[in-house]
């Protein structure tokens, strides 16, 4: 089992260039997230989905769309990135939200 | 909103040491999940202790629960310098709700 996978593991944009962060899980979890850390901030929630076709905001939605059309991938978008959301990006997948949850090893991103 | 809310900030100790870290929570929780990063890598799940659970061992780490207090502690016995980590605490409520972390205690052992 691969786990959590991501890609890229880091990424440069310019402001206002759009992209996708790639998350996938062998693990036939229903439950993924995605998180977004900041040195000082701890992690903060950006979007979940407790299972196909299901996704809900977290803490820090704004400036981010996801998906969830199956159970093994669940994409982020960032749609006109900005310097603010430059930061490492987690995802995590498991059995429910109440769960342990396994983690990704996270994408870097800068936004010049 | 961050739920769980870790204290030391920052910790330094020697090896062969013990470390203690300690949570602090707000609401009532279903359970409280400890984790660990190293520099550069995504969290490792630790420990999880549900809320009518008092006390959980795992090698050599100890984690109590006091949900009277809304507070946990993770002790690390004998500690060692690949120990060298930031240690977060997530607290869980009910439901499908999701996890909410705290910012965590950076924890150096020196050799």
């Known amino acids: 089992n691969a786990g959590v996978t991501q890609t890229p593991k880091f990424q440069v944009l310019k402001t206002g260039q759009s992209m996708t962060l790639q998350c996938a899980q062998d693990m036939n979890h229903e439950y993924m997230s995605w998180y977004r850390q900041d040195p000082g901030m701890g992690l903060r929630l950006i979007h979940y989905?407790?299972?196909?076709?299901?996704?809900d905001q977290g803490e820090v939605p704004n400036g981010y769309n996801v998906s969830r059309s199956t159970t093994e991938d669940f994409p982020l978008r960032l749609l006109s990135a900005a310097p603010s959301q430059t930061s490492v990006y987690f995802c995590?997948?498991?059995?429910?939200?109440?769960?342990?949850?396994?983690f990704g090893p996270g994408t870097r991103l800068l936004v010049l | 909103s961050q739920q769980g809310e870790e204290d030391p900030q920052a910790l330094s100790i020697q090896e062969g040491e013990n470390a203690t870290m300690n949570c602090s929570y707000k609401?009532?929780?279903?359970?409280l999940q400890w984790y660990r990063q190293n520099s550069g890598r995504g969290l490792v799940h630790l420990i999880l202790i549900r809320s009518n659970e008092r006390e959980k061992h795992s090698g050599r780490l100890r984690v109590t629960l006091d949900t009277s207090k809304k507070s946990s502690s993770l002790l690390i016995t004998a500690s060692r310098a690949a120990d060298t980590a930031s240690y977060f605490c997530?607290?869980?409520?009910?439901?499908?709700?999701?996890?909410?972390f705290g910012k965590g205690t950076r924890l150096s052992v020196i050799a």
């Open positions: 609401t009532s929780i279903n359970n």
């Open positions: 989905s407790v299972g196909a076709g299901i996704t």
């Open positions: 997530a607290t869980a409520q009910s439901g499908n709700t999701p996890l909410v």
């Open positions: 995590a997948s498991s059995v429910t939200g109440t769960e342990t949850q396994y």
